[in-house]
């Protein structure tokens, strides 16, 4: 069991989903699927799920749940149309606790889930798993095998999922999309604020002046509701001092309005034509000292020259640099050249080999560069030799066993002609 849970990819995201049965805390495989993970998360923001019931029960199986009306039949996705189905290699149906899309054939997810009660190979690469029970509410899934069900897998006291929580979002873009409503109390109170006051003329701060004076109000803005001109207080009060003819006739006011407005169009369009004046003259100016701004062909000229005699002058001290350095490592070889020479003088050995390392130089000065054309001419060549030196070898030792041969031949002979004549 525990290499199951190491093939498994690890989790990014949380939700809490409180039922009947008890919570049920949810690790999400939001990277693996995306598309549902969104949706179910989405949807638990929302509450969605808040009230539904896991409608299907098998026991051993699965407990699926997710449909808004209970039914099995209905719910939308977030999207507004059913979305893809998300399968990958390392999440199998081999275990209880997995969460999956439920849906009624390829490419037809939407909103309805269900809880894997033990393994279910035959729903591998038909429905996406998108997440997983964990920790010690994965004991409250048991619960599930001892519910009562009846016709079509139904329970007969149907699990409620009672609120949903987003404990860690993998989608920070998300947001609740259910407008908050308000309390019923806070709209009255409202209401109440919005309507009218209403005066209450039993108190001792007003009186019987306040309560005459609100009725002469009421019936002057009866009188005065339909006609569409509202009278001043001079109409209104009977003083003989106030008088409701005007000081100035309208018409000659309006005259007078007339001419000032043609006037000040006048100032208007004086003071936009020296406007216009003065921008045309300072035109000129302007490009001037755009063209001065735009670097021309002598400037550029002046620093490509400029470039090439700082380039110059590092290559100088370049060259410099290299020369000294070399001079003072040809120092360095004839110091010990002198010290090795000394050395030599004292002693035998070292004379023998400091001649020999020197004759191995000479050596390879001769031999032609790694990278000479003629180097495998050369090999070739070396070989050749090599073969032939080799060939007299062999002819020189066969030569040599003939020889020894033909001596041993002869002293036999001697021998037996020295038995004879002794004899």
């Known amino acids: 069991m525990s290499n199951i849970y190491i093939q498994e990819p690890p989790t990014e995201g949380k939700v809490v989903l409180s039922t009947s049965l008890g919570d049920f805390e949810i690790e999400l495989w939001s990277k693996e699927c995306p598309k549902a993970c969104r949706n179910f998360v989405q949807h638990c923001l929302n509450g969605y799920y808040d009230g539904t019931i896991f409608h299907r029960v098998v026991k051993g199986f699965i407990a699926q749940g997710g449909d808004p009306t209970g039914t099995g039949e209905n719910g939308e996705s977030i999207y507004g149309a059913p979305f893809k189905d998300e399968f990958h290699s390392r999440l199998r149906f081999v275990r209880r606790g997995l969460v999956a899309m439920a849906n009624a054939g390829r490419n037809d997810n939407a909103s309805q889930f269900f809880f894997t009660l033990g393994a279910t190979p035959e729903l591998q690469n038909k429905h996406t798993i998108f997440g997983k029970i964990a920790g010690n509410t994965l004991y409250n899934l048991p619960k599930f095998d001892d519910l009562e069900t009846g016709q079509d897998d139904r329970p007969v006291y149907a699990p409620k999922v009672i609120q949903t929580e987003v404990i860690s979002n993998p989608f920070p873009d998300i947001v609740a999309r259910k407008a908050i409503q308000k309390p019923e109390k806070i709209e009255h109170e409202i209401t109440q604020a919005r309507s009218g006051a209403t005066k209450n003329f039993g108190l001792l701060s007003f009186g019987l002046e306040a309560e005459e004076d609100e009725m002469e109000a009421e019936v002057i803005l009866k ?50 034509e020296k406007s216009r004046i003065q921008k045309k003259l300072k035109r000129p100016k302007v490009e001037s000292v755009k063209e001065s701004a735009v670097p021309s062909d002598e400037d550029e000229e002046l620093k490509q020259t400029n470039h090439i005699e700082s380039l110059r002058k590092e290559f100088k001290e370049l060259k410099k640099s290299l020369k000294s350095d070399k001079k003072n490592t040809s120092r360095t070889e004839q110091k010990k050249n002198k010290e090795t020479e000394s050395e ?24 032609p560069p790694a990278k000479a054309p003629n180097r495998e001419e050369l090999t070739l060549a070396y070989l050749a030799k090599f073969k032939k030196l080799i060939a007299g070898a062999r002819e020189a030792e066969e030569n040599g066993i003939e020889k020894a041969n033909e001596q041993k031949e002869e002293v036999g002979e001697l021998s037996d002609a020295e038995s004879t004549g002794v004899e």
Do not use: M, W
């Open 223 to 272: 009188e005065t509701s339909g006609k569409v001109k509202s009278k001043s207080s001079h109409d209104l009060a009977k003083d003989p001092k106030l008088s409701s003819v005007p000081a100035v006739h309208l018409e000659n006011n309006e005259k007078e309005l007339k001419e000032d407005v043609s006037n000040l169009s006048k100032i208007g369009t004086e003071e936009e």
């Open 344 to 367: 030599d003088d004292n002693n035998d050995v070292l004379r023998s080999f400091h001649q020999t390392q020197e004759e191995y130089r000479a050596k390879k000065e001769k031999l």
